[in-house]
């Protein structure tokens, strides 16, 4: 069974940066795609930033976070990584990772098959 654990939301100022990690462990899947969602109170659940763990290592952004968010991988640690700087009080929401090795959008929540439990990041101005 997949588990994904985050780590590193924090309660920063307006062009702060943090650095979230996802530790993924049960995984045995050689080609999939993990990613990073965002909820915000009110609102839906919204991706972020995608990777895919095939050699090409193809990625995507949701075009609020492009030249702000960084994603990747560290096969030694086994983790995904999500490194943000210049937050905004915008990105303010309950971070996720996620795991999915079937068909479906990089970017859409609803193809992800497993789900951390969440990190709180907040943002103020």
């Known amino acids: 069974q997949v588990q994904l654990v985050e780590s590193g939301g924090e309660s920063v100022q307006t062009g702060g940066t943090l650095r979230l990690s996802c530790k993924i462990s049960?995984?045995?899947?050689?080609?999939?795609?993990l990613g990073w969602f965002r909820q915000a109170p009110g609102k839906e659940r919204e991706g972020v930033a995608a990777i895919s763990t095939s050699a090409g290592r193809l990625i995507y952004y949701a075009d609020s976070v492009k030249g702000r968010f960084t994603i990747s991988v560290d096969n030694a640690k086994d983790t995904v990584n999500l490194q943000m700087n210049a937050l905004e009080p915008e990105d303010t929401a309950v971070y996720y990772c996620a795991a999915k090795w079937n068909g479906g959008q990089a970017l859409s929540p609803t193809a992800y098959n497993a789900w951390g439990q969440g990190t709180q990041v907040t943002v103020s101005s």
């Open positions: 049960g995984y045995t899947y050689s080609r999939t795609w």
